[in-house]
């Protein structure tokens, strides 16, 4: 299969993903600042949300990148990711409803993990596809932010019942990490074609 044809499917759910979390945000019933205010929690969890799909939407987009093609593993473990994605909006909203409690933060956090989980054994399925001289093994090195990423999750999955606030700012940590943008890939390849 095209892998084209697998980044282009992705693409679409994504950004159905992104377009269910906007509409779940709520229109405030008057015109005054402070009716913004009740909104504040769904609108803080969404964009911490765009901005973790927007992560798994551009790693993605370099991973395939990098693969040569595509099998059925790879189509079966990358609909797995996407699940994980497809229940953001849920998760975002669940979060963002109740004010950041504890159950709801520790529901997102558990999201998030699948989420990462799911990322890491598409990227394995698809160094496995390629093989001993795959670039995509080559590209990613040690991976230290995908290893410690999921582990952070746990941590903060676990201090949503003791503080969730301590949560949420692991969370937007780990998204931190992320946002530097992760030029791997494009060195890779650029010392291939020299």
Do not use: C
Request: proline share 4%.
């Amino acid at each position: 299969m095209e892998k084209n044809r697998l980044e282009a499917f992705s693409d679409g759910v994504i950004a159905i993903i992104i377009t269910i979390m906007v509409l779940e945000l709520k229109v405030p019933h008057g015109a005054e600042l402070d009716s913004l205010k009740p909104l504040a929690p769904s609108f803080l969890s969404y964009v911490l949300s765009f901005i973790y799909v927007g992560i798994y939407w551009n790693n993605h987009h370099h991973m395939l990148h990098a693969a040569k093609h595509v099998s059925g593993l790879v189509l079966w473990v990358n609909l797995i990711l996407l699940f994980w994605l497809s229940l953001f909006p849920f998760a975002t909203a669940w979060m963002g409803e109740n004010h950041f409690e504890a159950l709801p933060s520790a529901a997102y956090g558990f999201v998030l993990l699948m989420a990462a989980i799911s990322y890491y054994a598409l990227q394995q399925s698809i160094i496995h596809n390629d093989g001993k001289n795959s670039v995509l093994k080559k590209a990613i090195g040690s991976d230290w932010k995908g290893k410690i990423s999921p582990l952070l999750y746990i941590v903060a999955i676990f201090m949503a019942f003791w503080n969730h606030w301590i949560a949420q700012a692991i969370y937007v940590g780990v998204a931190l990490i992320w946002l530097i943008p992760d030029t791997r890939i494009e060195r890779t390849f650029n010392n291939i074609e020299t």
